[in-house]
């Protein structure tokens, strides 16, 4: 089988860290700017992992573990998120990878944890709070995938997986009412407090669907970061942390 192309990661799977600048020296200039182009954050975003052919967001688990294998061999640099997170705002040179799933589908555990522990990559899962342990009832293509339960979620996180938010009913945060926006996104972060120790406060918006209005309040709301869906571009130093972008890796 032919594997799928990575855009972008085979120019950059050699980074160095930059290492101490000294400002006094003329070199200061380029090397910042240097810094700054090579900067680079690759959010993978995936969904459930299974064979699932009526599922275009499932990916075979032949398939993802051929990815992390990829990335392997590549010597790229995989990392958590909140340790992306902190390298961007340091302005640390350098690609770094970050694997993060929606939905906490149940399917993690069994097809994609195992692999994962495999390389030592860490991840992030994303759940919709108030639908563990019940059914993907959103999804218009499978709604009997199972998600995850708290349980299940912190079973995860002592694998060292990481736990962030996914709204509470997976709603559509762009045609919500400002009290319903408020409250998907508060009461989220309040039930991954109440029933998770060590859950991250980061958000992904569900279906990818925000805009203004939905950074602001995820930023009101508490959260420290916010990722979307779909983009094939990266993240840099300078992009909004409410509006990080994700890509597939199909
Ligand atoms: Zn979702």
């Known amino acids: 089988m032919r594997l799928p192309y990575l855009h972008d990661v085979h120019e950059f799977e050699t980074p160095k860290d930059s290492g101490a600048m000294n400002p006094h020296t003329e070199s200061w200039m380029f090397s910042t700017l240097d810094a700054a182009l090579c900067a680079h954050t690759v959010i993978l975003m995936y969904h459930s992992i299974g064979d699932n052919p009526v599922d275009p967001h499932s990916l075979h688990p032949d398939i993802f573990a051929r990815q992390m294998e990829e990335l392997s061999r590549r010597r790229v640099r995989v990392v958590g998120l909140l340790d992306a997170l902190n390298e961007m705002r340091q302005w640390r040179k350098g690609l770094r990878i970050v694997i993060t799933f929606d939905d906490a589908y149940s399917d993690f555990l069994t097809n994609a944890a195992p692999v994962l522990k495999e390389y030592g990559y860490p ?41 962030g938010g996914h709204t509470v009913s997976h709603a559509r945060l ?36 925000f805009g203004h209005r939905e950074s602001l309040a995820a930023r009101k709301a ?29």
Request: hydrophobic content about 40%; charged content about 20%; some cysteine.
């Open 123 to 163: 991840a992030t899962v994303f759940a919709p709070t108030g639908l563990l342990g019940g059914n993907a009832a959103w999804d218009s293509y499978d709604k009997g995938k199972v998600l995850m339960t708290w349980s299940e979620l912190a079973e995860l996180q002592h694998m060292g997986f990481s736990v």
């Open 222 to 250: 508490g959260y420290m970061a916010a990722v979307g869906v779909g983009s094939r571009v990266a993240n840099y130093p300078w992009t909004n942390l409410y509006a990080l972008r994700r890509r597939r890796w199909l």
């Open 174 to 209: 762009t045609e919500c009412s400002e009290s319903e926006l408020e409250r998907e996104l508060r009461d989220s972060l309040l039930q991954l407090k109440e029933h998770l120790d060590g859950s991250i406060p980061v958000l992904s918006y569900p279906g990818g669907y």
